[in-house]
């Protein structure tokens, strides 16, 4: 069983700034991909960041030089760092990893989705 934790969501104002954290638990080894999505009310889920296994890093183009993506890959756990942010930055963010389980796989696992709010 893998799990996926999310933390560091919430309300902050126009350009502020939060750190998202998703740490996975549970029988994950060679975890191949980490990334981080987002979903806005009456949108499709998008692609934010991503980090490989050997610390390569994509960006959405919204979020380029606001945001940066890093691992931790002792505590199996992905950092979303968000800076300038903006009210259209609002949405459910989602962690997503991709590893192997038991020598089987890869599986992608998701987490259960932290809310970002940026108002003034």
């Known amino acids: 069983q893998v799990q996926l934790v999310e933390s560091g969501g919430g309300l902050v104002q126009p350009g502020g700034s939060l750190r998202l954290s998703c740490a996975a638990s549970?029988?994950?080894?060679?975890?191949?991909?980490m990334a981080w999505y987002r979903q806005a009310p009456g949108k499709q889920r998008e692609p934010v960041a991503r980090i490989i296994s050997g610390g390569s890093t994509n960006y959405a183009d919204s979020v380029k030089g606001r945001f940066t993506i890093s691992r931790d890959n002792a505590k199996n756990t992905v950092y979303l760092q968000m800076n300038k942010l903006k009210p259209e930055d609002t949405a459910v963010y989602y962690c997503s990893v991709v590893g192997e389980v038991a020598g089987t796989g890869p599986y992608d696992y998701w987490g259960q989705g932290t809310q970002v709010t940026v108002s003034s």
């Open positions: 549970g029988s994950i080894f060679s975890i191949y991909v």
